[in-house]
Structures are given as structure tokens and as C-alpha cells.
Nanobody, 118 residues
Framework: VQLVESGGGLVQAGGSLRLTCAASGGTCLIQTMGWFRQAPGKEREFVASITFSDNKSYYAQSVEGRFTISREKVKVTVNLQMNSLKVEDTAAYYC????????????WGQGTQVTVSS
């Protein structure tokens, strides 16, 4: 499975961005897709995910109510709508896909940078 992210950029605090992750190759195997982020000097952390079997979504507490993950079934694309962005949301955002039912992610995108200025 290949993943390509797009949509990152620079935005002022309180603004919005929409990230997109397009999957290709073996997409019929995907069970879950998610977004993770890594800020400089910090570990990679979970942001949001969506399971393909029941379309349930999950969020980190830090983004609950501000971010929304959604899926486009036809093109196997997952979007992350990010509203009310905060300076602390600044990070490299990575798309990931899991092909097992165990909640693991075996495939990762290259990442897209999100920078929120004050």
C-alpha cells in the first residue's frame, strides 16, 4: 500500500487546514487508516483514525472536537479536517494504513508539514 499526503501548510492560530491521504496498491486489504503527528523533539503521537468495516472514527483527546477524519470510499482517500488550529498542533503529519485487524499500522506516508503561527 502506498500513501501520499497533501494539504499541509502554514496557517494562523484559529484557522483551518484539510489534509488528504490517497492510498494506492493493495487498498482492498486496508482495515484502518489514521493520522499521526510528530513535533520537533517529541515522539510521534496518534491523532485520529477510521476503521473501514464500520466507519468508526477515533481521536486523540487533544484534537477531539476540532479535527474530523473522513473517508472517501471510491478513491480510498482519507481526509483530516483541522479547525481551530493551535500553535501546539504544529508538526509533521503522517498518514498510516493498517491491513490487519489488530490495530497496527504497517504502511506510512512521507508526511506533510503543518505549521500554525500565533
Amino acid at each position: 500500500v502506498q500513501l501520499v499526503e497533501s494539504g499541509g501548510g502554514l496557517v494562523q492560530a484559529g484557522g483551518s487546514l484539510r489534509l488528504t491521504c490517497a492510498a494506492s496498491g493493495g487498498t482492498c486489504l486496508i482495515q484502518t487508516m489514521g493520522w499521526f503527528r510528530q513535533a520537533p523533539g517529541k515522539e510521534r503521537e496518534f491523532v485520529a483514525s477510521i476503521t473501514f468495516s464500520d466507519n468508526k472514527s477515533y481521536y486523540a483527546q487533544s484534537v477531539e472536537g476540532r479535527f474530523t477524519i473522513s473517508r472517501e470510499k471510491v478513491k480510498v482517500t482519507v481526509n483530516l479536517q483541522m479547525n481551530s488550529l493551535k500553535v501546539e498542533d504544529t508538526a509533521a503529519y503522517y498518514c498510516a494504513a493498517g491491513v490487519t485487524p489488530f490495530g497496527t499500522y504497517e504502511n506510512w506516508g512521507q508526511g506533510t508539514q503543518v505549521t500554525v503561527s500565533s
